[in-house]
């Protein structure tokens, strides 16, 4: 990681997209980065982690995305550069301070980069940040390529300076995680202690002072416009009658597709980086140099939309199209086929025939659904409460939250019934609690508790509600890369965050009930798990057991016992029709006998606890 604070300038590295990023903050002079972990960004907070640990570089994993934005909007208010990064929907999360830091400003550049997933490889849906820029009024930069994101990202402090405005540099899942040749800079120097004036009647928004900020607002939306129309990062290229205009990392599947298709002299190409407020001139210009245009670009119709706008406003009457039947879909992210597809039956040229690779069928490689790891504490309090609610008799409803936990949607643990969005299992549990008069049993991770389940469970409390909150505390935030959080258990070499006690919190919202269980003691799990589901109002379980993969990773992996098959099987199935474990499997021989994968085994000891045929087995 250590790597992007080295190098000459001119030198070329092979970087992420993601430490890209950081690196054209570096190179800009960033002073501070905020961060909460989200997939596809997370790299970003943990390559400025490591950084700062070794640089003058202030950074914090910060408790949630309103948090971190917050933070970096003040340093920046004091003259520093600041950055804060963030996965999609979390700025869903930061929105409430954005829309008014907009009004507000910055002294210093503010960069917000902002990371999209199309397709929901790991996210509940696939918005369309675009419009959180439209919506703030803030310039918005999209780069498509790693060496454009460390351009775009340097670019952006300067232009959020100009301006006095936040930046947001949007980025995809497939930018973030493709690494490409990125041209390195001379790195910055950090400035020295930043300095506050204070301005209250510009700096803080009651109405009479937000009537005047918004004013200057839509001032500086058209000095950005102003400098959208000459931004090296808004390109035409080629020359031909059919117009094109791509942003983002379809600007690489549209290059293929007119290559392929032999279009490189009938196309003229209109790139745009800086693509919020957009050209108008530029625009206009080339809309009258050709007869139709196709639009490229990934999720909404946000280009398309906004160029068919002014198309109108001048009068231009020709075809403009992006999304639709036989198009491009609003769904999931594209790829170079489907581009190449699509524009040759936009301009109504044939396609190349491709050849056709595919395995023999019975090459077919298994589906492998997400699970969770072998030894995850979180599967062994999900089994303690399976067999508390058989033994009890009695059925309950599961509200869920965002985490490696919510891996317990899928059998045979199946254990998730109903999820929103981060915080959202608690709220949500009030809510079906009081509706059905049913037994619910909340789940909540232990970095989700603080970034969004406070305010949840006061909210619980307060109103008097019937829950059972069931807290999985795993020591860290697993599934975006191991990040801490205040509540954080294990932590990376030199970390200065203090530890706050879950079980403290908890109490101090005045939660009157509440046990504190190791997953792993199965009888006493399941003795606390029971007594808490008998008993009414708003309760808590603490499941606290540190994620096993982290531990390793931080302790060393250590000689253990596994656990085999060693006494007689009774071919009940029921560890694997409970517990599930994905180290266990049926033997291939045709036997209905259970056995366990040594490889796989992480030697937790958990199913020896409740099956008396599995037995340890000394390894080296």
Request: glycine share 10%; hydrophobic share 45%.
């Amino acid at each position: 990681m250590l790597e992007l604070l080295t190098g000459q300038p001119g030198e070329r590295r092979l970087l992420l997209g993601n430490e890209a990023i950081v690196r054209g903050a570096l190179e800009a002079g960033v002073a501070l980065v905020t961060t909460y972990p989200g997939t596809p960004a997370s790299e970003i907070g943990d390559r400025c982690y490591v950084i700062s640990r070794h640089r003058d570089l202030a950074f914090e994993y910060s408790v949630n995305e309103k948090a971190a934005l917050e933070v970096a909007a003040g340093a920046a208010a004091a003259g520093w550069r600041t950055m804060c990064s963030m996965k999609h929907v979390g700025l869903n999360v930061a929105a409430d301070a954005l829309m008014t830091l907009a009004y507000v400003g910055v002294k210093g550049g503010m960069v917000i980069v902002n990371a999209d997933d199309p397709s929901m490889f790991s996210s509940q849906n696939e918005q369309d940040n675009r419009f959180y820029a439209r919506l703030a009024g803030i310039p918005l930069l999209e780069p498509a390529n790693p060496q454009e994101a460390k351009e775009m990202v340097a670019a952006g402090f300067a232009l959020s300076e100009d301006l006095g405005l936040p930046v947001m540099v949007r980025t995809t899942t497939r930018l973030s995680h493709t690494r490409g040749a990125v041209t390195l800079g001379e790195l910055a120097p950090r400035p020295g202690p930043g300095r506050f004036l204070k301005d209250p009647f510009h700096l803080v928004m009651v109405p009479a002072v937000a009537r005047g900020a918004h004013v200057r607002l839509l001032a500086k939306q058209a000095q950005a416009q102003a400098r959208a129309e000459a931004s090296p990062f808004n390109v035409i290229s080629g020359s031909g009658p059919w117009g094109v205009v791509v942003n983002g990392v379809p600007a690489a599947y549209v290059a293929d597709a007119l290559l392929t298709l032999g279009l490189e002299g009938q196309v003229t190409l209109l790139r745009l980086g800086f693509s919020h407020p957009l050209p108008e001139k530029l625009l206009v210009d080339f809309l009258r140099g050709v007869q139709q245009v196709l639009v490229v670009e990934e999720l909404e119709p946000f280009l398309e939309d906004g160029i068919k706008a002014i198309a109108q406003a001048h009068g231009l009457t020709l075809p403009i199209r992006g999304k639709g039947e036989g198009l491009f879909s609003r769904l999931y992210e594209f790829h170079p086929a489907l581009v190449r597809q699509v524009v040759a039956a936009a301009f109504d040229v044939p396609t190349p025939a491709a050849p056709v690779v595919a395995p023999p069928p019975e090459q077919a490689l298994p589906e492998r659904p997400p699970n969770l790891c072998p030894g995850c504490p979180h599967r062994a309090m999900y089994y303690a409460i399976k067999i508390a609610l058989r033994d009890l008799g009695v059925e309950a409803i599961f509200p869920t939250d965002i985490g490696c936990y919510t891996l317990g949607l899928l059998p045979p643990l199946s254990m998730a019934d109903y999820l929103i969005c981060m915080g959202s299992s608690i709220t949500t549990a009030c809510g079906i609690s009081r509706a059905t008069g049913r037994k619910v049993v909340a789940f909540i991770g232990d970095s989700t508790f603080f970034h969004a389940g406070l305010t949840g469970l006061a909210n619980a409390v307060h109103n008097r509600h019937d829950l059972l909150l069931v807290i999985l505390d795993n020591g860290t935030t697993a599934m975006t890369g191991q990040q801490p959080h205040p509540g954080v258990t294990l932590t990376p070499p030199d970390y200065p965050g203090k530890p706050i006690a879950i079980d403290g919190v908890v109490r101090a919202l005045g939660v009157e009930r509440l046990w504190v269980v190791n997953p792993y003691k199965y009888k006493e799990s399941l003795a606390a798990t029971k007594e808490a589901l008998q008993a009414a109002g708003v309760r808590v379980l603490i499941s606290q057991a540190p994620c096993r993969l982290y531990a390793e990773r931080l302790q060393g992996r250590k000689s253990r016992a596994r656990f085999q098959v060693k006494g007689v099987c009774a071919e009940c199935h029921h560890c694997l029709e409970y517990f599930g474990c994905p180290a266990m499997y049926l033997k291939e021989n045709g036997a209905a006998q259970m056995a366990i994968d040594p490889d796989l085994c992480s030697g937790c000891a958990f199913c020896g606890q409740f099956c008396d045929a599995i037995r340890p087995v000394k390894t080296g």
